[in-house]
């Protein structure tokens, strides 16, 4: 049970670096997302006009 318990630990830490990770690429690439986004939406504004 010990050892089964110690492998669970350790999964949930690969898991909270993993999830940790991504946010931080996500928060880096922020303004890089917002600029995607406003050209996806001007665009489908301009078709749809």
Known sequence: MFVW???WK???L???DFLRRCADMLWNYREAWYI???FAFTD???ESE
Do not use: H
């Open 36 to 38: 995607a986004a406003t």
């Open 44 to 46: 489908n504004c301009m």
């Open 5 to 7: 318990r110690m492998e």
């Open 10 to 12: 350790a999964v949930w």
């Open 14 to 16: 690969k898991a909270a």
